[in-house]
């Protein structure tokens, strides 16, 4: 392995010791942190959503394997493969899996497509809850600087921030995303500067902007990469 890959594994799993801590504080204490999963060296895109929740059974104690994002979940993956990052064998095998039928092989594979794709997925919020509450600023806020430490160590080509709270705090201002579809705004860290593209939040309570969500980024991705 090389050792830019190596570094970059080591320094993600540091920046990971301190997710855990602050779950201690924000999350809920029965469960641990879901951190990041894919491609972790200059990745197509970064996709930055919310917070996790318990539906993600990787955040278990038990669970001694991965803990990135909507394992054990099945409508984000619809999103993945509609806008042409995630094959459709792997989709088709997520749908075809109850929660439980999630293993630490299929979830490594699912994720091995994810890097084989291009791109990394992330929370700006570690903190998993048991449901899907919605939290404040000041706790996702917390996280900021970890995220922007976890984005120069990856450094993406380009960053996709899901909803209006996620976009408004990574880019400290005000964010409507219904009024900055297929806009993007520029974000200096640590000398790089990116381009952030703030969308539709797809699941959830968004669930019924998935379709658009599913537009702009095909849009973001026949013009930006």
């Not at 699912?110 to 570690?126: C, H, R």
């Amino acid at each position: 392995m090389p050792d830019v890959f190596l570094n970059k594994k080591e320094e993600l799993e540091k920046l990971n010791k301190s997710y855990v801590r602050m779950q201690k504080k924000y999350g809920a204490k029965e469960l641990d942190p879901i951190c990041n999963g894919g491609k972790i060296d200059n990745p197509d895109i970064c996709f930055v959503f919310m917070n996790p929740t318990g539906r993600n059974l990787s955040s278990e104690k038990s669970w001694t394997g991965r803990k990135s994002p909507w394992l054990c979940t099945k409508n984000i993956w619809k999103l993945f493969n509609k806008v042409g990052l995630m094959d459709d064998d792997i989709y088709n095998e997520i749908l075809s899996r109850k929660p439980k039928e999630w293993d630490y092989e299929f979830s490594d594979k699912v994720y091995k497509n994810v890097e084989d794709n291009n791109y990394f997925i992330t929370n700006l919020g570690k903190c998993t809850q048991v449901d899907a509450r919605a939290l404040p600023d000041e706790v996702l806020g917390s996280y900021l600087k970890l995220l922007l430490k976890e984005i120069d160590i990856i450094k993406p080509k380009i960053i996709i921030t899901f909803g209006n709270q996620v976009s408004s705090i990574i880019l400290n201002k005000k964010i409507s995303v219904s009024e900055n579809r297929k806009t993007y705004y520029e974000k200096k860290i640590k000398g790089n500067t990116y381009k952030i593209f703030p969308v539709y939040y797809p699941v959830g309570n968004g669930i019924f902007n998935i379709d658009k969500s599913i537009e702009d980024i095909k849009w973001i991705i026949d013009n930006y990469l």
